[in-house]
Nanobody, 121 residues
Framework: EVQLQASGGGLVQAGGSLRLSCEASGFNIDDYAIGWFRQAPGKEREGVSCIWSSTGAQDYEDSVRGRFTISSDYVKNTVYLHMGSLKPEDTAVYYC??????????????WGQGTLVTVSS
């Protein structure tokens, strides 16, 4: 059974950093695209970053490019989202998801529960 467990959210001041983790089970992260998505209150869910671990291919949403970095650890079967220079507008519930297609504009097949990131000004 494909399962994804997101963790690492919390409260941080603007300009600070957080690292989110997405631990996968039931499949190998090298065989799937793993994406990070977020949904802020009153807004639609948006793609943040994604990675295909076996090739290193990755993509970022424009507003986080240069501030966020996605990485993976095949031994731990975990994908990380390193978030730096955080802004209040980064406040959202962050989700990780898995799919056979890499990208940020389509619906992923498998979803984990969210982890809340709150950035105070």
């Amino acid at each position: 059974e494909v399962q994804l467990q997101a963790s690492g959210g919390g409260l941080v001041q603007a300009g600070g950093s957080l690292r989110l983790s997405c631990e996968a089970s039931g499949f190998n992260i090298d065989d799937y695209a793993i994406g990070w998505f977020r949904q802020a209150p009153g807004k639609e869910r948006e793609g943040v970053s994604c990675i295909w671990s076996s090739t290193g291919a990755q993509d970022y949403e424009d507003s986080v490019r240069g501030r966020f970095t996605i990485s993976s650890d095949y031994v731990k079967n975990t994908v990380y989202l390193h978030m730096g220079s955080l802004k209040p507008e980064d406040t959202a519930v962050y989700y990780c998801a898995a799919d056979r297609t890499l990208g940020l504009r389509h619906e992923y097949s498998y979803w984990g529960q969210g982890t809340l990131v709150t950035v105070s000004s």
